[in-house]
């Protein structure tokens, strides 16, 4: 052993009079790292309340407690942590798909009380709430799916030429790959108007299952295929995936779905009571609406007969709207359930004053959706001359086989679902066609997909253009004459009005106008005494909570009762009305009347 | 233990050498048989703090199962967030989809773990012979690397930052730096710690021709790490199963002679150089680009069946996953292979005959038993 | 030179090989074959390490499976051998004779799985669990919640509103295809 060795272990000695390897403690505090992982702080008006952190958190450490009612968007349910169980991984943090939630940097919090150590985050209100610093979701790391399964679509260029159905629809793979970024909040239940269980049919296409997803998806939806083709998809709009990314495509796997099958018979099950036997229940008009009726009272032994004044049941679904989006095998997969569960159709059949007396006398209740039918004029002079029509009569009869007079350029005057259907149909009827709408492109009431396919298509799209008159000219064509607007805020919170810039005056020589700038109500059909009843003045009709109108027995749904003016909105008035007539019949079995929860997520 | 064996060990004086004795490497125990102050015989108990994560996990979504790992070796817990990381990778294919950022800070993590874990099991070589300066300060040293880690993943101990496809947040602004500061600061004092340790005559008489392992039980207990590495064989998992970046680094396999305790410190020690080197480098080699793939949703994500087993170099030895999925959203299982499973009681108990008492505990450092990832 | 899980095959027959990848072969033989096999292995090819021996349980087939991680530490390969045994009848012969550090794995398979290895030194000793009264907890069939709860009671005031079920519920969200119990 040598010296050196022997001396070895005294030099630790030496340090004793060195700076210390230690920080000294000059402030009692030490700021955690600019990610550190602390307590958890939530922008609760960020947060949607979808439960994502509740759901990964691996230690159960979250709670989803109410702290405000719930409505389309937001369940007002908020996480409250329990640190006797958080460890904090920042899991909830990463999947936060509001990227509400957060951790702050501060690590210190001293209670005598163990129960103390739980709070909701963003609503008991900590020293911590505004920490800047902390871990926080971080571009380049997603622990949820945001890019949407690309839809395949026809060809723009293809399009034009044919009637084809634009949308080609997901593959097997493509629609289980879509459904597994869905996190199962429910946030979409609220937004849909029939509250359809849209995370449980995505979670059985998910899991393989189109057998199971379909029975859940008729559950309250007897028009999917429709749905699942041009929906509205308020849905969507509300996905908490939506917020940061693509929301999930609920409507494309719908659509997914109910493509697997050609004949639903054998495939959607039933099981019902027959509590309707031997009651009578008549339909008059067949949209949407009227068909939901029709098929859950049929499959409740209830003897039901659609009056459809048109020759095909669908309604605005059948008329209005062009087969390159909903093609007639489709509609008529759908009819043919409702024939197949006994519900008798009497097509291209007007019902008139008389004969809905008759029917009032003959049924336990009759329910009428009979839409809104009678467009509205163009309110500016030359509206009568010859050339100008209304989109609904031209689609109306495009769609039963009339010849449509259609030619050389249009003008399509409107920016709703409607104006942009007539004009991507008179693109294929060999029209040049441009859109005048008085609003921004942004305001347009059409969904954005469509606007976007019928500009790839070759719509030109002129935005704040108020329409002045319609002129013919010398060679018989007309000139369409149109003032650009300024956008004026007259009242906060409400969307910016239109106001016409006076003198000037652009002109567009055209062959056709169309006009497609909503639509209204029409009765002539009904007696006096029913209409006089149940209408106003305008001719929207109103409804009690079972659906039922002033008019006791008569129940009514449909773009007539609500001011949305879409099939999955007529449809969830069609649900009420089953509740309702069955009530009104005396037959609504006690539980349901109660309302206990759907099957689907009773499990 | 046979009944045979319990009545002939009984004659003798019985001592329990932990779960909560000080100079243990953590929660077990030794029971041990003394002849005077010869351990005669012992053997490991286990199960201090066993909180069943294999099990855990087989109850959990993937993703629910990444925090848990880093529980199984809590000073180095990096190298288990890794191997679950690349055998699900493997399984679900993700493994072709992770950036070379990713795998570049992969393997930065996994060598700071191995640098700090090194510096705290060194601190442990000379305070299990009661010597406290060098362990204070090499824990000081530590807590530098500790900082970048908090830093970098948000925690100090517990880093849940390497996972599926990659890791959790790119390097912050200034990071290499940071890092480069902080091993200079640890270059600096480590001749100040060789001093007290490999110089110090204390260290060298307990330590030098103490606690030999005979070559023979290499292949015979697979044994692996610092342990093997002591006999002068050059394995280590980092050159013989190259894993993330370590082909694209430049360094050697740290060997010596004597498979005595001294040696397996020195081993340590230069791994400790080892490791400072190769953060350079690695922060020097790191290239742009993202840091992690593109994951699926991580609340329904499902990987088809199969079973793989990963291996790393943990600071230990040979650390290894073994991974078996069945095509549903959590692992059908996980079994841990740590190195101290079969340091901490085969070799341990093998060991332990004629040892003193005195020992054991310097012994058990030299080893690096660490007693959760036996029970996991 | 043959490839080694070829001449596996020939010599004791197989089920089934996989390559997982080039380091990682794995090969499922029948359960007598095991250590015959693994005897072979060690003696007369260059995989002498036992790295690891692991089991599964596939409650669904009814069976266990035993996985046995052979070393080859100068080419740095791996063998896994796979085997199945039934599951009511868990016993396999042990192979602490070939490897002595195999006996903590039997010891521990034995205990978590209710494996038992004839011959194996440590069977039914206690490794890791004390007292246990419960069926071996790493069974699939053990539930851990259930154990959970018997033993360690949740603290109270923890009230969990699932959002999926609420909003269906606030917002009367039901079906009409099929009547509710």
Known sequence: MSVKHTLAPFSAWLQAFSKPFTLPDKHGYREGADRYRGWHINDTKKCIGCGSCAEICQNVAIDMVPVDDPVKGDSGLRP?????????????????????????????????????????????????????????????????????????????????????????????????????????????????????????????????????????????????????????RRCEGVCSIGVQGDPLAIRWLKRYVTEQFDDLKDVVHAEVERVGEGKKVAIVGGGPSGVTVAYYLAIRGFDVTIYEALPQLGGATFFGIPKYRFPMPSLEKQVKLLTDSGVKIVTNHRVEKDEMRQLVKDNDAVFIGTGLMKPYGLRAPGEDLPGVMYALDMLRDHH???????????????????????????????????????????????????????????????????????????????????????????????????????????????????????????????????????????GWITVDENGMTAYEGIF??????????????????????????????GVLPQAEDEGSEPVAIAK | MTTTETAELRRRVQLW????????????????????????????????????????????????????????????????????????????????????RGRWIRTLVLEMSRLQMNLMTLGGHIGAMAMGAAPNWLIAMRDFVLDRFEELTGGRIYHMFITYGGVRRDLPEGFAERMEA??????????????????????????????????????????????????????????????????????????????????????????????????????????????????????????????????????????????????????????????????????????????NIADLAPLMVSFQVCPPEMER | MMHILDEIRERFGAEWQNEQRP???????????????????????????????????????????????LTDPKAHVSLMVCTRIDREQAEAESIHALWPQAVTYEQEINEMFGIHFPGSPRQGVPFILEGWNDIPPMRRDFDTVAYMNSHHPSRPGREHTDPRAYIGKVFGERGY???DD
């Open chain 1, 80 to 232: 409250r942590v329990d640190y006797g169980r958080c460890c904090w991984c920042a899991l909830c943090v990463d999947v936060c798909p509001s990227g509400s939630l957060g951790m702050s940097n501060e690590y210190i919090w001293v209670e005598a009380d163990a129960d103390k150590f739980r709070y909701i985050p963003g609503v008991d209100p900590k020293p911590w709430d505004n920490a800047e610093k902390g871990w926080r979701q971080e571009e380049g790391f997603d622990l949820v799916d945001h890019e949407r399964v690309p839809m395949p679509m026809l060809d723009p260029a293809e399009r034009t030429k044919t009637w084809a159905e634009v949308v080609i629809g997901y593959s097997e793979e493509e629609a289980r790959q879509e459904a597994s970024r869905c996190v199962e909040c429910g946030l979409c239940v609220a937004a849909c108007p029939a509250h359809m269980h849209i995370p449980d049919y995505i979670a059985a296409i998910r899991d393989g299952d189109d057998i199971a997803a379909l029975n859940i998806i008729y559950d309250n939806n007897p028009m999917p295929e429709m749905c699942g083709k041009v929906c509205t």
């Open chain 3, 23 to 69: 380091d990682l072969l794995q090969i499922g033989v029948q359960a007598k074959t095991i250590v015959p096999l693994l005897t072979w292995l060690k003696a007369h090819t260059p995989f002498v390490q036992l790295t690891h021996l692991s089991a599964v349980d596939w409650i669904e087939d009814g069976e266990f499976q035993l996985t046995y991680l």
């Open chain 2, 182 to 355: 902080d091993l200079e600061a640890i270059e600096e004092k480590l001749p100040l710690v060789d001093n007290v340790i490999f110089d110090s005559s204390v260290f060298r008489k307990r330590a030098i021709g103490v606690g030999v392992v005979p070559e023979e039980w290499v292949d015979e207990m697979s044994l692996s790490g610092p342990i093997v590495r002591a006999m002068g064989i050059p394995r280590d998992v980092r050159k013989d199963f190259p894993y993330e970046k370590y082909p694209e680094l430049d360094f050697e396999v740290v060997t010596t002679t004597g498979s005595d305790i001294y040696a397996r410190a020195w081993v340590r020690r230069q791994e400790i150089a080892q490791s400072i080197d190769l953060i350079r480098q690695i922060l020097r080699k790191m290239p742009e680009g993202p840091y992690c793939a593109k994951l699926p949703n991580m609340l329904t994500w499902t990987i088809p069946p199969g079973q793989t087993y990963v291996r790393a170099e943990a600071t230990r030895g040979e650390m290894g996953y073994y991974v078996v999925t069945d095509g549903s959203d959590k692992v059908r299982r996980v079994h841990v292979r740590a190195p101290s499973y079969v340091h901490g009681v085969a070799l341990l108990e093998r060991m332990i005959p004629g040892t």
């Open chain 3, 177 to 179: 295809l099929h009547d």
């Open chain 1, 400 to 538: 039963i086989g009339k010849k449509v007079d259609i030619t050389g350029k249009v003008v399509v005057v409107g920016g709703g679902n409607v104006a942009i259907d007539a004009s991507r149909v008179s693109l294929r009827l060999g029209a040049e066609v441009t859109i005048a709408y008085r609003r921004r492109k942004v305001d347009m009431p059409a969904d954005d997909e469509e606007i976007e396919d019928a500009e790839a298509e070759g719509v030109e799209i002129i935005p704040q253009a108020i329409p002045l008159r319609v002129e013919q000219t010398g060679d018989g064509r007309l000139d369409f004459i149109w003032g650009p607007a300024e956008m004026v805020q007259e009242e906060e919170g409400r969307r910016p009005r239109p106001k016409l810039i006076e003198g000037v005056e652009n002109h567009m020589i055209v062959d056709r106008v169309i006009v497609a700038i909503g639509q209204g109500a029409e009765h002539s059909w009904m007696p006096e005494e029913i209409a006089e009843k149940i209408a106003d003045k305008r």
């Open chain 1, 556 to 585: 009514a749904g449909g773009d007539l009762v609500n001011s949305t003016a879409d099939a999955i909105s007529a449809i969830a008035d069609g649900l009420r009305a089953v509740v309702g007539i069955q009530k009104y019949a």
């Open chain 2, 17 to 100: 050498f932990g779960p909560q004795h000080p100079g243990i490497t953590g929660n077990m125990s030794v029971q041990a048989w003394l002849e005077g102050d010869t351990l005669t015989a012992g053997v490991t108990h286990v199960g201090y703090l066993h909180r069943g994560f294999e099990k855990l996990m087989e109850r959990r979504r993937y993703i629910q199962s990444f925090p848990i790992v880093c529980r199984i070796c809590v000073p180095e817990p990096d190298t288990n967030e890794y191997l679950l990381a690349a055998g699900l990778d493997e399984l679900s294919g993700l493994a072709a989809e992770v950036p070379e």
